[in-house]
């Protein structure tokens, strides 16, 4: 298994590897059109829908993508068999949970795609492509170093708790401090070695850093974007149109 | 060259101090080893070496410490991280970034040398090792020894003068401690200086040039590897190091009649990817044994004692275990497991709330004999946290004790600790089999395993590849397992 | 703001991220639609406990802003609007300097410090009321009007003082939360 002359292995497929820069604009666009405008039968939303599942399918995770299918489905069917004959302030509830939920979801699976097929180095080189001060790029880099961790210390977390017996019909109240005091005091103890290690990388080096990855916009970056302009532009209208 | 100018040292936090006049020279190009029982302050020594003390980590500092002449208090931090190469010992937070890629390249980055260069020495270092099959990895999807193994090569391509690892062997299988050899060797080779600090000695006493003995924050004895190796075992225990035990069976095992089953271990994490990572059929083995399960990192191990906890959901299988039949849910009832990350075991805000914090009732004379019996009982009302590795240890196996669950996993109960603190954890894990208890132990420690195992279960590609009795014919499978 | 160390920024990482992760999961929670104007009062209770934790490891001024700010580019992204940034980055500061004229350590500073501070969170309902007109339009355009007429019959426009003043309590209840939990558990373990 050579590796390509100048460049190391990335086995992302030509989605998953797009712009980070172009993969924020995705997720911005889509949750900010989605949440604030539309009707709930338009063309748009659904393609818009259609197409964060499909992201989904980019990055390989087929039984998430699965699971979110049938949500989808099953609040369409709440939408369309059970809201008509509801009346009220029942309607209400009903329209305000699957109305916000359908307007949210596609935003947030956009947003997991986003971070779950870019690596921590290709965001740090977007961000400084986009000149923000350090102040604001390292503590990103860091925030997003530390979501699999508190995600993987959670899981430990609830393990040892499944075997000490607690869960929610004996422990109630406590259950939020059984779960989250472990939680912060690992994850910062974790922080606080990863402080020391960092150090002795060099990460406090006054000198101007490169990056060994590449961001740049390609042909389907650009696609996107130009499509993106549409929608927004779509979108000022029908804001201003119905004024 | 490295010199240690009668060196005293205190952590912020306690008065205690941590190592005192220490005064020590490392040549250019020695690889020496430095042991000791744990908090005996060889980890302050490798952090004076590369700058994190005093310079991130604060206390008070007396003494000098010099590099090639320079004093280090003079060098800027950045500087020093292209001087001296540090390895720690626990993978979960040695990296700064999420792919390995990445990581790699962190420490060049940082210097900021051109991107065709860096890529060019990462190829360089992962062929020459033969580690490729690493690059372009999500590091949280790495076994132990594979971040391991990471950690070395990134000081390997950054190419510093000296190296300082920390305890780099505890959590490693043996693939992993193979490849940690060679690249220590190849450091030597290039002339690099390697400090390096370990309990477990055997894998590289044969490249090592001196041995430094640290006692209680104090250097007591520097010794010529001749010397050392010639030193004899009753002293080498003393001293806490595991080097040259003999490996001797401590007992024949002898079985009973009875056998604990399990049927249909398979479990896959992701129903569409059809990657089974355990994939057993039919195991049946002594019951009422203390079985350790070894196997490479990603074997299996530990899916399969998550399985025998009953913690995974949709786990189908069942275990017969004295007569009864036990699936998922009653498996969780049966089972209690101690994790290797103490710190996510402990929910309270006091020792005697720990252990009455179980789904049975703990009346305050058993909590109050079970603390007597760790060692603990002076702390009763202290906060679990706040305790050191080994006292919060005790603590998650008397939650198992007191717990009175039948079948007792424990996950490398005995991973980075030196010989006297491995053998305590033996005898407790010995005391609660005496009392009935079915054992299982996740391990890669040999010693551990011949001090009180009877039976071996060995995992690998989440199959079960042997199983044997340790008898003398069952040591010497476990010695080809373990041979580096 | 230039003289935060490296250090300091992994710290203002690490919480920010702790204190995100929370936010997120109480808000998921609460999120049946009846609790969602109450959310402003639960979500700075829960948050209080990793904030008070960062205060307490901080005194340098600079690093609550960044988290406020960091917060508003996140759920800029998330589609919560551009206004999320301004509410972010205002009231960063504002929680900033309140505390800092305590030196980090008086308690008063710090307990009103992120009660201000918390109110970030009303960028998310600011919409309703400043440009309500424009809002109950398109909101009626995606759910209807009758949907339309219960979210304006049960938000009328004093309902938005009261949810400031709701976040306010409830951050003042999250700080004194926050404190309880540090001298019960992060001080013992040895956090500071």
């Not at chain 3, 209770?45 to 580019?73: A, E, H, N, R």
Request: charged share 20%.
């Amino acid at each position: 298994m050579k590796t390509v002359v100048g460049s190391l292995r990335d086995h992302r497929n030509i989605v998953a590897k797009l712009d980070p820069r172009t993969k924020i604009a995705l997720t911005i666009t889509i949750s900010t059109i989605l949440i604030s405008s539309g009707s709930s039968q338009s063309i748009l939303r659904v393609c818009l829908t259609l197409f964060s599942l499909a992201l989904l399918l980019s990055i390989h995770k087929i039984s998430l993508f699965i699971k979110c299918a049938v949500t989808f489905l099953v609040l369409i069917g709440i939408q369309y068999w059970v809201i008509p004959y509801a009346e009220g302030m029942i309607k209400f509830i009903l329209l305000a949970f699957v109305g916000i939920f359908m307007n949210m979801f596609p935003g947030f699976i956009v947003g997991y795609y986003t971070l779950f097929s870019t690596k921590v180095s290709e965001f740090i080189a977007a961000m400084e492509k986009m000149k923000l001060p350090r102040n604001i790029i390292i503590p990103i880099s860091v925030i997003f170093r530390f979501f699999p961790t508190i995600a993987e210390e959670y899981r430990n977390i609830n393990y040892a708790m499944k075997m000490r017996g607690i869960n929610f019909s004996n422990h109630f109240f406590k259950m939020i401090e059984y779960r989250m005091i472990p939680l912060i005091i690992s994850v910062v103890q974790i922080g606080n070695d990863l402080s020391f290690t960092a150090m002795t990388r060099g990460i406090d080096s006054p000198f101007k850093r490169t990056n060994v990855c590449v961001v740049k916009f390609k042909l389907l970056d650009i696609l996107l974007i130009i499509i993106m302009v549409i929608l927004w532009i779509i979108y000022f209208k029908e804001k201003l149109f119905n004024d | 060259m490295i010199k240690f100018d009668n060196v005293t040292f205190n952590y912020a936090s306690s008065e205690e101090p941590a190592i005192q006049n220490v005064s020590l020279q490392i040549k250019q190009g020695e690889l020496v080893v430095f042991c000791g029982k744990s908090g005996s302050g060889k980890s302050t020594v490798a952090k004076l070496i590369n700058g994190l003390i005093p310079k991130v980590q604060h206390g008070d500092i007396s003494g000098h410490v010099y590099l090639y002449g320079r004093n280090i208090s003079e060098i800027e931090m950045y500087q020093l991280s292209q001087m001296v190469g540090s390895v720690f010992q626990n993978p979960k937070t040695q990296f700064y970034n999420v792919d390995t890629t990445s990581e790699l390249a962190f420490n060049l980055e940082n210097q900021g040398i051109d991107k065709t260069v860096i890529i060019e020495k990462i190829k360089k270092v992962m062929n020459q090792f033969k580690i490729e099959h690493l690059l372009d990895r999500n590091i949280f999807e790495l076994s132990g020894g594979e971040k391991q193994i990471i950690a070395c090569a990134t000081v390997l391509i950054t190419n510093p003068d000296v190296v300082v690892l920390d305890e780099p062997s505890s959590n490693l299988d043996m693939y992993s401690i193979k490849k940690l050899k060679e690249m220590i060797c190849y450091l030597k080779e290039r002339g690099k200086t390697v400090v390096l600090i370990e309990h477990r000695l055997d894998y590289i006493m044969d490249e090592a040039d001196s041995v430094y003995y640290m006692e209680d924050g104090s250097l007591h004895a520097h010794y010529p590897i001749g010397s050392f190796k010639s030193l004899d075992r009753d002293e080498l225990e003393r001293m806490g190091i595991r080097y040259g035990q003999e490996e001797r069976l401590q007992h024949e095992p002898q079985f009973g009649d009875h056998v604990m089953e399990m049927h249909n271990f398979t479990y896959m994490y992701d129903k569409f990817n059809k990657e089974k990572q355990l994939d057993v059929n039919e195991i049946a083995i002594p019951k009422g044994e203390v079985v350790a399960i070894i196997g490479d990192n990603g074997s299996g191990k530990s899916t399969f004692a998550k399985c025998l906890c009953g913690l995974l959901k949709d786990f189908k299988g069942h275990v017969t275990y004295d007569e009864k039949r036990l699936k998922q849910k009653q498996l969780l009832k049966q089972s209690y497991m101690v994790f290797q990350d103490v710190n996510t075991q402990l929910f309270t805000e006091s020792l005697e709330q720990e252990l009455q914090l179980l789904n049975v009732q703990v009346t305050e004379t058993q909590v109050d004999d079970m603390l007597e019996s760790m060692n603990l009982l002076d702390k009763k009302h202290e906060h679990p946290l706040s305790l050191s590795g080994g006292e919060k240890q005790r603590m998650a196996i008397a939650t198992a004790i007191l717990s009175g669950k039948e079948i007792i996993i424990f996950d490398e109960p005995t991973s980075g600790l030196d010989l006297y603190h491995m053998k305590k954890v033996a005898k407790m894990i010995n005391d609660i089999h005496d009392k009935g208890k079915q054992i299982f132990i996740i391990t890669h420690d040999k010693s551990l395993i011949l001090e009180i195992c009877t039976y071996v279960l060995h995992f690998g590609d989440g199959r079960l590849i042997n199983q044997f009795a340790l008898n003398h014919q069952g040591i010497d499978q476990l010695n080809h397992y373990f041979d580096v | 703001m230039n003289k935060l160390l490296v250090k300091d920024l992994i710290t203002v990482g690490i919480f920010t991220a702790i204190y995100l992760v929370v936010f997120f999961v109480t808000f998921m929670i609460g999120y049946i639609p009846f609790l969602i104007p109450f959310l402003g009062f639960i979500c700075p209770i829960v948050c209080g406990i990793p904030f008070i934790l960062y205060v307490m490891k901080t005194d340098k001024f600079g690093m609550v802003t960044l988290t406020g700010t960091i917060l508003g580019i996140a759920f800029t992204v998330m589609g919560s609007g551009l206004i999320m940034i301004p509410f972010g980055i205002i009231f960063g500061l504002i929680g900033d300097f309140i505390m800092k004229s305590g030196g980090y350590k008086e308690w008063k500073s710090i307990a009103w410090g992120y009660a201000i501070f918390s109110f970030w969170m009303m960028g998310f309902v600011v919409r309703m009321f400043i440009a309500r007109d424009q809002y109950f339009k398109e909101v009626g355009q995606s759910y209807g009007q009758d949907y339309v007429n219960v979210l304006e019959s049960i938000t009328p426009l004093w309902t938005l003082p009261v949810m400031f003043i709701l976040t306010v309590l409830g951050g003042l209840v999250g700080a004194w939360l926050g404190k309880k939990m540090f001298s019960k558990h992060f001080k013992k373990a040895g956090l500071v």
